[in-house]
């Protein structure tokens, strides 16, 4: 049941609409328009280093997904397929707060366009929800903490304002509780719980059946079942426009030896037939045993492209590992498989800004990388399925990294089958901090950076790591360096401006007797890897110089190499303040003027609302 809103052109139902509403329609209209040439003026321009920013911007405020039609009202025990089906491009559904609608639910293809959307959204009013821009909770579904996790902030307490969506899952397993048709396009999920019963697996709660365009979840909570494999989130295929905002993400994960899956994610993509992306991912808990985001993986005739990934506290927690208090793995006790939180396997034009990025640990093949940045031509048997796979044009800026086995890839792998794919160039890092990087405690390699190639042809090339304050497991090293000899040589790698801690190994081969980094001398290495030059200067390496294995003529000239940690003077050290305090040494001396390091302001200012 349902009643009429003013419409949008110049007569509704025969009614005369003013021309102040016609005239903010076509203001409205033109701001959708113009979504990518505001783009240049957010990120600051079209490049960030050597790394090309997103071109295209998904504009995802409320008031650019107009809903002008009919409200149709779903009351517990109605039904939700007939309400989708009857829709009109514009009408909005609204379903009863706190009622549980259980299927897999089938959202129609129409004809709708950027003024006409169709919005599924909890009945509750706008006021019992968090504010737009502002993350919703599980305690606004009536669950106030859940084990493991941070610590909920409940403005209002725990309430029941969202509407559940739920699947039911057979003991064989089933994909939903949401399915788009191929086709389907300006959708507007906001204020639900998407989620499944508990049983076997469910492969994926959001998805597309082929292509669909302009979806947006909206201050979702989206969460797998407690011990079962819970592949996907949000599977991204075949979408263009897509979106998660201000979203709770928790329990995607695939349980070990016995699991149907290895890959758990909040989202993918990156796997499908057709030009996907624009992507926004902005403002999320991300929860994955996997990897948290991951795009790539397997066959493709695409790279999607212009992806946003900004404000997202990344996430898994201890309690999946085995042997930590309150522990919890699949039904059977065996642990959930554990790998990264960001992993772009085909990927181009991706901003990685704002974001924190907390606990990940090896131990499944993995060395608990926080981020992967690795194209790859996936194996599947004897064949190689995705020759065209790249990643390209990275920008990763303003984040925290925390309480992880090692830092951050750049590796351009083969397949099992020794498949080689397009490309992996052109990856822009600066203003992070890394630290609690530990090989003990997380089963990692307790490295900082991997630079590595094992193609024999398009190499990886134009890497910039520049103004990063970065604390690598003192019995390991900073750079993991490799390329064989045999292979053409990398090219324009500069790293600069960045604080370093102390670490037993500093730039150390990552490859075998025939790699260009064999020596382990670190000028002798870059020299021999980067042939054509680079550029490593105005580095504060902690210690690194006074350790028995280097001297000060191991390193390129015009770096520094403060004796401890309180030589830097940082601002507050032991509790994680990286601010250099007026007398440190290292104050305004970077090539730019600014301290060497993190630019800590501008990485508290991005990361605000990461939490």
């Known amino acids: ?42 990120w600051g321009g079209t490049y960030d280093g050597p790394a090309q920013l997103p071109q295209v911007l998904m504009q995802t405020a409320v008031a650019n997904t107009p809903a002008p039609g009919s409200i149709i009202v779903v009351g517990a025990g109605a039904s939700l397929q007939n309400a989708l089906n009857n829709a009109k491009c514009g009408d909005t559904i609204e379903l009863q707060a706190g009622a549980t609608f ?21 009945g509750a009013p706008n006021s019992a929800l968090p504010a737009e821009g502002k993350r919703v909770l599980p305690c606004y579904s009536g669950v106030s903490s859940l084990p493991g996790r941070p610590a909920f902030n409940c403005p209002g307490g725990v309430t029941h304002a969202l509407a559940r969506i739920v699947d039911k899952v057979p003991s064989g397993g089933n994909s939903g509780p949401i399915m788009f048709a191929s086709g389907a396009n300006h959708y507007r999920l906001m204020g639900l719980e998407i989620t499944r019963t508990a049983g076997g697996p469910d492969y994926r709660l959001v998805a597309a059946k082929g292509t669909a365009n302009h979806i947006i979840l909206d201050r979702v909570w989206l969460h797998g079942s407690l011990k079962d494999d819970n592949p996907t989130g949000f599977g991204m295929n075949g979408m263009t426009y897509a979106a998660l905002i201000d979203s709770y993400a928790n329990d995607f994960h695939c349980t070990q030896i016995i699991g149907v899956c ?8 990156g796997t499908s037939s057709t030009q996907d992306g624009p992507y926004k991912i902005v403002d ?98 004897t064949t190689n399925i995705c020759p065209l796979c790249a990643v390209m044009d990275v920008t990763i800026r303003y984040n925290k990294i925390r309480h992880v086995g090692s830092g951050i890839a750049m590796a351009n792998d083969r397949s099992d089958n020794s498949g080689v794919a397009r490309a992996g160039e052109r990856y822009s890092v600066h203003d992070i901090t890394v630290d609690d990087v530990s090989a ?99 580095n504060a390496l902690i210690a690194t110089s006074t350790l028995a294995s280097f001297s000060l003529g191991d ?28 007398s440190s040494p290292y104050k305004n001396a970077g090539t730019d003027g600014k301290d060497l390091g993190a630019d800590i302001n501008a990485i508290l200012a991005a990361t605000a609302h990461a939490y």
């Open 262 to 269: 290895t890959d758990a994610k909040v989202i993918g993509g």
């Open 102 to 122: 259980t299927g897999t639910f089938l959202f129609p293809a129409k004809s709708c366009d950027n003024l006409h959307w169709i919005v599924l959204r909890t």
């Open 555 to 582: 390193w390129p000239v015009g770096n520094h190499f403060p004796p401890s940690i309180s030589t830097v003077q940082f601002a507050n050290f032991s509790a994680g303040d990286y601010h250099l305090l007026s």
């Open 284 to 381: 999320n808990f991300l929860e994955a045993s996997g990897e948290n985001i991951l795009f790539g993986g397997g066959a493709a005739s695409y790279t999607p492209a212009d992806i946003e990934i900004r404000g997202n506290h990344f996430y898994k927690p201890l309690t999946w590992m085995k042997g930590q208090p309150g522990y919890v793995g699949g039904a059977s006790g065996y642990p959930f498989i554990v790998k990264n939180h960001l992993e772009l396997k085909n990927a181009q034009r991706v901003l990685v800004e704002g974001n924190i990025f907390e606990y990940s640990w090896g131990g499944f093949g993995q060395v608990g990388f926080s981020i992967l940045l690795t194209p790859k031509n996936q194996a599947m048997g």
């Open 1 to 42: 049941m349902g009643f009429a809103r003013p419409g949008w052109g110049n007569y509704d139902r025969g009614v005369f609409i003013p021309k102040a509403i016609v005239h903010r329609t076509l203001l409205l209209a033109l701001n959708i328009l113009i979504g990518a040439v505001v783009t240049q003026r957010l």
């Open 440 to 538: 003990s405690k997380y089963m990692g390699s307790g490295g900082m950076f991997q630079v590595w190639n094992g193609w024999p042809k398009n190499v990886l090339n134009n890497i910039s790591i520049n103004h990063v304050t970065v604390f690598p497991d003192p019995i390991s090293r900073f750079v993991a360096l490799s390329n064989s000899l045999s292979s053409p040589a990398m090219f324009g790698f500069a790293m600069k401006n960045s604080i370093v801690g102390q670490n037993k190994g500093g730039i150390w081969n990552a490859g075998s007797t025939s790699s260009c980094a064999y020596s382990n001398i670190p000028v002798i290495e870059l020299g021999t890897c980067f042939p054509s030059g680079y550029h490593f200067a105005d």
